[in-house]
């Protein structure tokens, strides 16, 4: 995984740098605009995962310690759907109580504070440029596509190799 991840980085500033060549010659607002929003979405994209990375790891702790070792492999096979489990209408009141607390932890990973961070800077980036009226929406553009562009190709790039 952290070799897919570097690949996927060396593609970015790759496409950073032909970005960041082609500003030069259309000037420093150029190179700017392209700049800050090239790292706008580069952090964004960095803290969702680190923020990921943090519940997944989080999940897999919880998990690891609340492993239900009373059912078997056997009566799974022989009942995969719960038929003739005395339990199954107590599961399904459950189900309400798990899906409400899937909702609070998907909430948690959305809001969580690396994300919103890296949307900070965002709008932050964005609003600098426009008070120092130093704001193209072109070159803006641009480098807040390097991203996408990036994961688009990474993935190409990984199809390609299988």
Do not use: C, H
């Not at 980085?9 to 500003?23: G, R, T, W």
């Not at 995962?49 to 997944?56: G, N, S, T």
């Not at 390097?146 to 199809?159: D, N």
Request: aromatic residues 14%; proline residues 2%; hydrophobic residues 50%.
């Amino acid at each position: 995984m952290i070799k897919s991840i570097k690949k996927q980085m060396i593609i970015f500033f790759i496409l950073d740098a032909l970005l960041l060549v082609f500003s030069f010659f259309k000037g420093f607002y150029w190179i700017v605009n392209s700049q800050i929003a090239f790292l706008s979405a580069l952090s964004i994209v960095l803290l969702s995962f680190l923020a990921y990375v943090r519940k997944i790891d989080k999940q897999v702790s919880l998990l690891n310690e609340s492993i239900d070792v009373a059912k078997d492999y056997i009566d799974e096979l022989e009942d995969p759907y719960d038929l003739y489990d005395e339990d199954a209408k107590d599961k399904k009141k459950n189900k309400l109580k798990i899906s409400m607390k899937n909702l609070s932890q998907t909430a948690s990973s959305a809001l969580s504070f690396l994300r919103i961070l890296g949307y900070i800077f965002l709008v932050a980036g964005f609003f600098a440029l426009i008070k120092t009226k130093m704001f193209l929406v072109l070159p803006y553009i641009l480098g807040i596509s390097i991203v996408p562009v990036g994961t688009i190709l990474s993935g190409i790039f990984a199809a390609y190799k299988r």
